[in-house]
């Protein structure tokens, strides 16, 4: 069983910035990929960025791409994401995910454990 809390969320004004971070507990893979995703009220939810656990390889969303920055710091087993130049439209429940495939995937499905969420929110 893997735990991930999330943590970092909060009110921001647009072009500001944030850090959010995942710290994972309990049984850690050490090819696990580790993604972040995000939902608002009614709609599905979205990928954001992924990275593997023991490579650096990373995916973003074309949305966040250039803006936002995908990390991991394997001896504290946590992974962030830094959000820069957020918009109005980055406001979200953002959700740590870990999936057990050692490849970047971003496909909600492919990703066993999830963390409680955190909330985003960017005014204009």
């Known amino acids: 069983q893997v735990r991930l809390v999330e943590s970092g969320g909060g009110l921001v004004q647009a072009g500001g910035f944030l850090r959010l971070s995942c710290a994972a507990s309990?049984?850690?893979?050490?090819?696990?990929?580790l993604g972040w995703f995000r939902q608002t009220p009614g709609e599905d939810r979205e990928f954001v960025a992924a990275?593997?656990?023991?490579?650096?390889?990373?995916s973003y969303a074309d949305s966040v791409k250039g803006r936002f920055t995908i990390s991991r710091d394997n001896a504290k087993n946590t992974v962030y994401l830094q959000m820069d130049s957020v918009k109005p439209e980055d406001t979200a429940v953002y959700y740590c995910?870990?999936?057990?495939?050692?490849?970047?995937?971003?496909?909600?499905?492919?990703?066993?454990?999830w963390g409680q969420g955190t909330q985003v929110t960017v005014s204009s």
């Open positions: 309990g049984r850690t893979f050490s090819s696990n990929t």
């Open positions: 990275i593997t656990w023991n490579g650096p390889s990373t």
């Open positions: 995910a870990a999936s057990a495939r050692p490849w970047i995937t971003r496909v909600s499905a492919d990703y066993n454990y």
